[in-house]
C-alpha cells in the first residue's frame, strides 16, 4: 500500500507570512493525484489543492500553490499571506491512478498550522 | 454543492451498544468511505464501498461492518461498542475513478463510556 509521510505534527506562521508544509509519499506508480485537505477547527474537511502527477506543471489556487517533485516523492504546499481564517489541520493525499485500486485514498498524519496575528 | 451528512455530530454510547453511524451524500457518487480520525494518527480507513451492496475492509476494519443498501447511504455499525472505539468518525464520498476528490460530511464524534 501507498504511504504518505507528514513530518511536521505542528506547525506556526505569522499573519501575512509564508509557510511551507511538507508531505512526502511512497509508490510504485506512475500515474496519481495527489491532495491537500484542510480541516478547520470544529468545521468539516475541504479540498485545497490538488495535482495530477502526470501535470509538470505545478497547481496553483489563489494563495495556495504546490512544489510538486515526482522523482523525489514530494508534494509541498506552501501558503502565502497567511491570514488568520487558514488555521486549520492539513492533511496530504494521495490517490492512484488505476481504476481498480483508484478507489483508495492513502492520508498523511496531518499538519496543525496555527496563525500568529 | 455537494453535500454529505452525517446522523449525529455528537454520540454517547455504552460499552456492549450496538451502533450506527449514517452518512448520505447526494452526488450520485459511486464510492463511499468511512474513516477514523485519532489525534497523531490521521485518517485511518475502516471500510469503503464501490457500489451498492459492494464493500472492501480498508486498515482497521476489526469491530466495525458496514451496510450499503441504496447508492447514497452508506452505514457505519459497531456491533458491540467498546472504549477503543471513541474517536471521531468522518463519512466520505467519491466518484470512482478521475481527479475529483473525495468529499467529506461533518464527522460523527462518539464516545463510549
Known amino acids: 500500500a501507498q504511504t504518505v509521510t507528514q513530518s511536521q505534527p505542528e506547525m506556526s506562521v505569522q499573519e501575512a507570512e509564508t509557510v511551507t508544509l511538507s508531505c512526502t509519499y511512497d509508490t510504485s506508480e506512475s500515474d496519481y493525484y495527489l491532495f491537500w485537505y484542510k480541516q478547520p477547527p470544529s468545521r468539516q474537511m475541504i479540498l485545497v489543492i490538488r495535482?495530477?502527477?502526470?501535470?509538470?506543471q505545478n497547481a496553483t489556487e489563489n494563495r495556495f500553490s504546490v512544489n510538486f517533485q515526482k522523482a523525489a516523492k514530494s508534494f509541498s504546499l506552501k501558503i502565502s499571506d497567511s491570514q488568520l481564517g487558514d488555521a486549520a489541520m492539513y492533511f496530504c493525499a494521495y490517490r492512484s491512478y488505476l481504476p481498480n485500486t483508484g478507489n483508495q485514498f492513502y492520508f498523511g498524519t496531518g499538519t496543525s498550522l496555527t496563525v500568529i496575528p | 454543492d455537494v453535500k454529505v451528512t452525517q446522523s449525529s455530530r455528537y454520540l454517547v454510547k455504552r460499552t456492549g451498544e450496538k451502533v450506527f453511524l449514517e452518512c448520505v451524500q447526494d452526488m450520485d457518487h459511486e464510492n463511499m468511505f468511512w474513516y477514523r480520525q485519532d489525534p497523531g494518527l490521521g485518517l485511518r480507513l475502516i471500510y469503503f464501498s464501490y457500489d451498492v451492496k459492494m464493500k472492501e475492509k480498508g486498515d482497521i476494519p476489526e469491530g466495525y461492518s458496514v451496510s450499503r443498501e441504496k447508492k447514497e447511504r452508506f452505514s457505519l455499525i459497531l456491533e458491540s461498542a467498546s472504549t477503543n472505539q471513541t474517536s471521531m468518525y468522518l463519512c466520505?464520498?467519491?466518484?470512482?475513478?478521475?481527479?475529483?476528490?473525495?468529499?467529506f460530511g461533518p464527522g460523527t464524534r462518539l464516545t463510549v463510556l
Open positions: 466520505a464520498s467519491s466518484w470512482r475513478t478521475g481527479t475529483d476528490t473525495q468529499y
Open positions: 495535482q495530477e502527477a502526470y501535470k509538470q
